[in-house]
């Protein structure tokens, strides 16, 4: 980080922008926020296993990148080893070398965190390592790593300081047998039984990797409903797909102890038919997570929080104290990067006296499983339950040309339409790439588009956006390569 040192040197004490906090929220805000010609400075207390600093957050140290660089290789390793021989392809025995994925996720991870602190030396702003604590009246009380205290001054601050893994006080870590989704990145082995609590999309996304490198998954969810917040009729599509690829996933499971022993640690559970129990070599806690605001806030601060710990602000991101903004996982809506993205830059524009919105009725969300799943706007239940009349279009991968010569034919896109007027309310995707499809999408929504819109749209042939295309024919019932019903 030698580069952010040289950047505080001669550093005056009064900025126009002090962003608390650099995970994919805050960098971006400071980066914004010194493009618009403003005095930015931006602070970041991240330590690394290893005791070293980096920018990024949990996103890029122990999140959304290290876990994609795991899944890719993990994927890789299935596919030679049970989709090669399909292709014509023969690789003899595949081995896995753990320790040389985990040497390729550290270096992508370390390039990119590298890359902000260039990023912020381009745009010429300031930053420090340590913590950042909002006094109130734009003073933030600053404290190194070495516990040297500076009080800093803005006319602006921007509180982007995350979230934190849920820990159960049932199953508390201990970091080596019972560890958080960061842990879970850093095995040095495969586990022959992993149990994962929590059937979200970090414990999907966790259990796939090792349970891909031949480790035996187990997850139990307290839900009845699996993925809840999807589309129940992809959610469905979705548990199918897993359980045929091995996962073992227990709805309605509710964890009450785990206990060490000489044979692994046992999770006990109570779920429909009573106390059960399942023995596993390491424990992975994915429930959920919390904003972190431990010591960010003095007592003078007027910063509100709510009930569940989340800083309260408004539309345009601004809080309960005069020129203080909040953005990230550290206030309401979804704990998605780009979200939070959206907002630092939206907050920086504000704050620099132009027009900016973030439109929360299209952010996607995306699960990196394999099949990936993906969706924007509203689900099929939501759509009822507002009373909208709507109408649906399904179109299965089964039936695309690009899907089956990938060997990834599986899942489907799905979308929901008014009735009334055609506008597109929602899709959803479950197949291969679903994740970069659905950005077609989120424009497409983002322009009030109707599903004639994307009917009328040509789509290159042959290409895996063509089951967007037909899922929007099929909600008039006009699709070419399915039979209509």
């Not at 007592?299 to 929080?305: F, I, P, Q, R, S």
Request: glycine share 12%; with cysteine; proline share 3%.
């Amino acid at each position: 980080m030698d580069d952010l040192i040289f950047l505080v040197e001669n550093m005056s004490d009064e900025f126009d922008v002090i962003v608390v906090g650099a995970g994919p929220a805050g960098y971006v805000a400071a980066i914004r926020a010194a493009q618009n010609g403003l005095k930015t400075l931006c602070l970041d207390n991240w330590t690394n296993y290893d005791g070293g600093t980096a920018l990024g957050g949990t996103c890029l140290n122990a999140g959304c990148i290290p876990s994609k660089a795991l899944l890719e290789s993990s994927e890789l390793y299935h596919r030679a080893r049970e989709e090669f021989a399909v292709h014509g392809i023969s690789t003899g025995e595949v081995a896995i070398d753990v320790a040389a994925m985990q040497k390729r996720k550290a270096g992508i991870v370390s390039q990119l965190t590298g890359g902000i602190a260039a990023l912020f030396k381009a745009n010429k702003v300031t930053a420090m390592q340590g913590t950042g604590c909002f006094l109130g009246g734009g003073k933030v009380e600053f404290t190194s790593h070495d516990g040297d205290k500076k009080t800093l001054s803005a006319r602006h601050v921007v509180l982007a300081t995350g979230s934190r893994p849920v820990e159960l006080s049932a199953v508390p870590f201990d970091g080596e047998t019972i560890v958080d989704s960061w842990g879970a990145l850093e095995f040095d082995s495969v586990p022959p039984r992993l149990g994962v609590i929590g059937g979200g999309v970090i414990g999907l996304e966790l259990g796939s990797v090792w349970s891909r490198l031949g480790s035996e998954v187990t997850v139990l969810e307290a839900m009845d409903d699996f993925l809840f917040m999807a589309d129940r009729q992809v959610a469905k599509d979705a548990q199918r797909q897993f359980k045929r690829q091995g996962l073992d996933i227990r709805l309605g499971a509710m964890v009450k102890s785990a206990n060490k022993g000489k044979k692994g640690v046992e999770l006990t559970y109570e779920d429909k038919k009573g106390s059960q129990t399942v023995t596993v070599d390491k424990v992975v806690v994915a429930v959920g997570r919390h904003p972190y605001t431990d010591g960010l806030l003095g007592e003078g601060a007027g910063v509100e929080m709510d009930e569940r710990g989340f800083i309260k602000v408004d539309d345009e991101c601004r809080t309960t104290a005069p020129d203080v903004w909040a953005v990230g996982d550290v206030v309401r809506g979804p704990m998605l990067a780009h979200k939070g993205s959206e907002e630092g830059v939206m907050v920086a524009d504000l704050i620099a006296g132009e027009v900016s919105e973030v439109n929360y009725d299209v952010i996607p969300s995306v699960i990196y499983t394999a099949p990936e799943i993906a969706w924007v706007g509203k689900t099929e239940e939501q759509a009822t339950e507002a009373g909208v009349p709507y109408k649906v279009g399904t179109f299965s991968f089964a039936a695309n040309g690009r899907a089956k010569g990938m060997e990834q034919a599986v899942g489907m896109v799905k979308m929901i339409v008014s009735a009334a007027d055609d506008e597109i309310l929602g899709v959803h995707i479950i197949g291969p790439m679903a994740g970069e499809l659905i950005g077609e999408m989120v424009v497409a929504m983002e322009f009030s588009a109707s599903a004639e819109d994307i009917q009328r749209i040509i789509h290159a042939h042959p290409t895996l956006s063509e089951a967007i295309h037909e899922a929007a024919l099929a909600a008039d019932g006009r699709a070419i390569h399915a039979i209509n019903k």
